[in-house]
């Protein structure tokens, strides 16, 4: 659709469908189908600007409200980008599995009980800019997680992917029972600095937040360590990389930005130093930068994550003493400046000494400086995971880390 | 107004239990980036579900056009038990709009949140504001819901949010702030609640706190709690676990269990521990007169003089349990399933005032507001860091403190109570639950309420 009367515009016609299988018990608790269309709008007359959320496009309706708005101090730019583009990265297992989910119950078989959600969502994206850029990019993947019980303990894993494999579930429920056969022991732990080797879930959860940090928006009104970080600051250990990934295969994502930016992947943080912020084109002014095709309008946000593997085998990391932390969740930052920041960890969080599992721990807060766990990442393992869940929803391929001087404490 | 549409939907399904509904929210909202305008934003959001039950499992649909949904026609069992028969009450209830949220165009509201926050930025302190990013959001939600081709239920309830998060810096230090003010109605939230003066007593107080605030010592001390720390205290440690699918597992992936299923008493509070959930009350954010099941709303005293006595209870857990549904379902949007939630949580007041709460505390610690909180998935241990906390020495509020930190269980904070007293004040939030996510409106509250000899830690 061409819309006259503004300097500059985009529209991204939406239309998702998406699965949801919810497992209770090891048995199917519900099962949901649901779908959404309508359209995404930005429409902007000189620095007057509306976005919006709407099932059709009014242009003159539009049009009133951009009339009456005043100037805003900070407002979208369209990229220059034009011409047409198409792909569909839709995996027909995806498909099949929307039609039919009988594949599911026999992943749900073993002797501890099984909980969880397995979600397919799939998404047509058409994009359509003031600057002739017309991207229709259709798309699809796959996340799950499982929560398996025994007792009082519990553990889980989950899997990323852009295609249905039920070996893939299986090994997920088989890698949540492995943590689970680790001890059947509590130990203790009080507050104090610990070593810890934090799962790739933990990871997701904690660098969404840092990639959110990372945002220009973020950094522009201080809520972000990275408000005053230039390229080349010593911001994490030299061992740690952390890159923003539009383009992995197995995620995959969106050609296009928002704002018709070509997205491509960077380091936001290289071997510790600080690389750059997420930049959309109005951010990017702000910061005298280029956008990073991470828009968001007016927030720039990454669509997907991804650290540096290190050289260390998983089960070689698994030495000394240290405490193993499988899940965490509740990441809340105290002050988004400095960031101070505390989580709680579930599930499988272990003590181990000499290399060996004491016993469970039980539900024990990471109380720490954001900046200080990536300062003090001392290994990387070689193997890496790409996961999403509930609550680290931003997908990301992460190692495990294992980090020094990691402040906890207990209720 | 879409009954036709919810009986074509229904016809479909051959369920004996179903619940059919039509839902929109209708959302504008406009922000403020150091008291300069920041742009407009809206939201429409409008569809229809089904959700039916068979052999044990839910089998949930919705699209926005009502003729897009039909049954997919599998075969499958699962782990539901059964359906509670409450009756369905099919009426219409509203929250009113005391000055219509349409009576002020959208120029003029831009223009009043101009000079309110322009005078804000003018606020006198010794820090200086680095960002002040403020939001003010309108949605309109309706509901028409049909359950099991009973007559139509129909709600509306508009609300106002206001939202803004401070950075401020000062003395050598940073602080980030968080606020939010609103309830359902209508424009009253934003005229007529001295906004202006909220906000600049914010400023001022974190303010006085960074520049004058002193260090804690940390060990065992009283503390009282202000209705904001009672208010996330009855919402996230008493009111989460007292969800019924939780203490069953529905739940268990996502958002975690309760530390009721392994509590083999009941006493979880001392005796003056008084905590209910009621959605009736009017301008509350999570207002609403009948449940997402057809269920009549009722308040819900979860506890009663320190004791557990009633779970928030839909018909699935109704059924399971034995003890019905109390009218706690409720579903953020139309492609979401109703899930049991909270409406408005809050420590019951007492009959002390404020004055006699503090008199009687020789050292302790004034908790006003928090900038941290968070728990674990048991709904057991928890941490609060004060934005704002002052120090209670012999019985009289004195200097401000650097942000004391408390950490504990539920049980040990419930049972260490030993005064509330006769104010009640409620915050709005936004209760996150479910799979795919549901936020939906919420009220926070409670009184001031006093802890003896509880330990304070320091960050």
Redesign the interface.
Known sequence: MEFTGFDEYATIEYQTK?L?I????S????????????YEVMLKKGNK???????TLDQRKLAE?VN????????PIISDTSGEYSQNKVHPTLEELY????AI?PLLEGKNPI???I?VTIVNRNLNTSKGLKSAEKKGWINA???V?RG?F?A?WAHTSNRFEQDKLRDCVETANELLKLSDRRADVN?GKYTVVLSPLVMANLMMYASGMASGFSA????SIFSDSKKGDEVASDVFTLRDIPDDEQIGNWEFDDEGERTFRKEIIYQGKFNTHLLNNETAKVFNAKSTGNAGW?YPRSLALEIDTGTSKFHDMMDGNFIYVNNN??????????G?????T?DATILFRNGKPEGFVG?V?I?DKLGNIVKNVIELSRESYVVSW?DA?LPGRYPFAKIDNVSL??? | MYEDELRKISELFPSRYKEVRYHSVITKGMRYLNGKFAGIYNSEEEGFSVRTFNNGVLQFYASPNSTEIKPVGESLTGWEAGVSEEPVKSAKYESEEKVKLSSMSIDSKISYLNDVLSNVMKTEIKGKVKSLVFSYVESVETKEIMISDSDVIMGRVPRVLITYNIVLEGNGRTVTAWFEEGGSGGLEWLIQRNLQEKIEENLRSIDRVMHSGKGVTPGKKDVILSPILSGIMAHESVGHPFEMDRILGREFAQAGSSYLTEFKEDQVGSNVVNLSDNPTIPTSSGFYLIDDQGVSAREKKLIVSGKVNEMLQDRFTGFRTGRGSNGSARSSRFDREPLIRMSNTYFVPGEMSFEELVEDVREGIYFKNYMEWNIDDMRLGQRYIALEAYAINNGEIGEPLLFPVLEGTTTYFLKSVDGVDRNLDFKPGMCGKGDPEQGVPVWLGGPNMRLRNVNVKVM
Do not use: H
């Open positions: 998406t949801v919810k497992v209770v018990e048995k199917i608790e519900n099962v949901q189908r649901f779908s959404d269309k309508g600007y509306y976005v919006g959320r709407e099932k409200i009456i708005l005043p100037e805003s101090q900070i407002s039609q039919d989910v009988s119950p909980y969880g959600t979600t997680y499982f929560r019980k009082e519990s889980q507050d522009m009104t201080g809520n007016i969740w509740y990441t809340r930052f105290q002050n988004m400046a400095e101070q920041f505390s989580t709680v579930r539900r807060r109380a509930w929803p404490t207990r209720a």
